[in-house]
């Protein structure tokens, strides 16, 4: 059901995907179709967490690999935005975002999926020691994940690119070590990027 919900999406688009094209597409009933996704949400959706399986094996391994935590979170983060570009229509999705009729169902994938290895990674160095969250991790992630949908909704030459602007733009938040006087919270961490980032645009 869910290869032959991926060749409807490829072929006419995420937008336009309906539980009848499916139907027509698997050969199976509509009530099947219901009974197991509830809905033509649940069915996307479960769609992206099919789609998403490559990704979670790369991603685990990296979550439970060797190396400080900045490297290998960056991977994560690299790795989820180049999945985002790797496909069409996940990528048209990421581009459009609220405009996007289905941008919901996109976002729910994104954060059930990337959200929790991000969340794994970062209470797994906190509980070792190796990292200091800010006053809001809550506020943390969900930071992360929105600059990957905004990196994801760009368009790339290679995948350099991908890793090159996660350096910059993303990890600084986590590894910028406050300066004496400075405060350790988030708030003061995202204002510091923001220093950076202007700096590096003059």
């Given at each position: ?50 789609l998403a399986g490559p990704y979670l094996e790369r991603s685990g391994q990296i979550a439970v690999g060797l190396g400080p935590i900045e490297d290998r979170l960056a991977q994560v983060i690299a790795g989820g935005i180049e999945s985002i570009c790797a496909m069409p229509w ?113």
């Amino acid at each position: 059901m869910l290869d032959a919900t991926a060749v409807v999406v490829t072929r006419i688009g995420f937008r336009d995907t309906t539980i009848d094209h499916v139907v027509r597409e698997s050969g199976v009933s509509r009530a099947t179709l219901y009974r197991w996704f509830g809905n033509r949400e649940g069915l996307l959706l479960a769609l992206l967490q099919h789609l998403a399986g490559p990704y979670l094996e790369r991603s685990g391994q990296i979550a439970v690999g060797l190396g400080p935590i900045e490297d290998r979170l960056a991977q994560v983060i690299a790795g989820g935005i180049e999945s985002i570009c790797a496909m069409p229509w996940i990528h048209q999705v990421a581009k459009e975002g609220l405009l996007h009729d289905d941008f919901a169902i996109f976002l729910a994938a994104h954060k059930s999926i990337t959200g929790a290895v991000v969340r794994t990674m970062l209470e797994g160095a906190i509980a070792s020691g190796g990292w200091t969250p800010p006053d809001d991790l809550e506020r943390l992630i969900e930071w992360l994940l929105h600059q990957m949908l905004v990196l994801g909704a760009d368009d790339y030459d290679d995948a350099a690119e991908i890793r090159r602007r996660v350096g910059v733009y993303v990890m600084p938040v986590l590894a910028l070590p406050a300066a004496p006087g400075e405060g350790s919270g988030l708030a003061e961490r995202l204002e510091r990027i923001e220093r950076k980032i202007d700096g590096l645009a003059g």
